[in-house]
């Protein structure tokens, strides 16, 4: 059969001589001949439109900034670690004088030193209203003492505040801490050593614990070495509490450290609403809403141990605008 008019070129030879067109996609790479893969992460090239990296899920946790709200501690002295002023005078023994010296002790050098002459035992002694001295121990209140002793024969037999005794020998060189709970309206510290106490002490503190009556101390409770402490607490009046400090109707992230546990329970007491009974060391967090005002650490079944790092928060969340 002859070509037909005007058909210069057969259709083989015309598709045969088109240019070839590639079409690139941006979603897959080439990275085996003859195969297709995925990039790692999709790509944008528009200016207007910068969708690189952004992402759009926000996190559902609360350390997210910019989602979850993270509201101040609203429980006051949750470390218990604030004390009050300093009460001693001349804690530092920088000259003779403020202080009550027994037999075998004398003040030198910025020390007091006990020497061995005395028979018995032998207080080093401050007092309210004597050689210059005002100290303010408040009957019932708490005092934490602290002390750098040097003990080179002998014992630190007791220390006194308030007429509350601490008689625990000390027999060794260190830095000391005794919290007492005054218990009477003798303001009076002593430091008393034994009939063979040689050595000398210096640096002497005296401070009020939780001076701004922050915590009220339930039967068993008290407060030591920036910590609550607990004996044999139990049941509803066993309490360490503060008033005032919850928002009816709002949610609250309580958050408390357990340590040192020995005996018994211990949960918290958001006003009406108990958080779950604890029995062994840890921090611990819990969401509450609480109806009422006040929150508590309670003890359970005799409990004996130690409480520290409370935190009370309002739980709000504020959604990212995305």
């Known amino acids: ?32 001949a003859g195969e297709l893969a995925p990039e790692e992460s999709p790509k944008d090239f528009h200016d207007a439109w910068d969708l690189d990296g952004t992402d759009f899920t926000p996190e559902a946790s609360p350390d997210d900034e910019g989602y979850w709200d993270d509201l101040p501690n609203i429980v006051l002295n949750g470390d218990y670690e604030e004390l009050g002023s300093e009460l001693v005078t001349n804690g530092t023994f920088d000259v003779d004088a403020n202080w009550t010296t027994a037999t075998g002790w004398t003040i030198s050098g910025g020390t007091a030193i006990c020497d061995g002459s005395q028979s018995g035992n032998a207080e080093l002694k401050q007092q309210n209203g004597v050689a210059g001295v005002t100290l303010n121990i408040v009957n019932g209140k708490t005092y934490e003492l602290t002390f750098d002793l040097v003990v080179q024969t002998g014992a630190i037999t007791q220390v006194e505040i308030g ?20 218990s009477s309206t003798n303001k009076r510290l002593t430091i008393a050593g034994n009939s063979t106490f040689e050595g000398s002490v210096d640096n002497v503190t005296l401070k009020q614990v939780d001076p701004n009556d922050r ?108």
């Open 163 to 182: 007429n509350t005794y601490d008689t625990n020998d000390i027999t060794s060189s260190g830095t000391y801490t005794r919290t007492l709970k005054a």
């Open 215 to 322: 915590w009220t101390l339930g039967t068993g409770w008290s407060i030591e070495d920036g910590k609550a402490v607990a004996v044999a607490t139990d049941t509803a009046g066993f309490s360490i509490t503060q008033s005032n400090v919850l928002t009816a109707g709002v949610p609250h992230e309580i958050t408390f450290t357990v340590s040192e546990r020995t005996a018994g329970n211990v949960r918290f007491r958001a006003d009406a609403v108990s958080g779950t009974t604890r029995s062994a060391d840890g921090t611990y967090t819990e969401i509450i809403t609480p109806a009422g005002h006040q929150f508590a650490i309670q003890g359970l079944d005799s409990f004996v141990g130690k409480i520290d790092n409370v935190s009370v928060k309002e739980y709000a969340i504020t959604p990212l605008d995305v």
């Open 1 to 32: 059969m002859c070509p037909k008019m005007g058909m210069g070129t057969s259709v083989s030879t015309a598709v045969s001589e088109r240019t070839a067109v590639i079409i690139e996609d941006y979603m897959f790479d080439a990275a085996v």
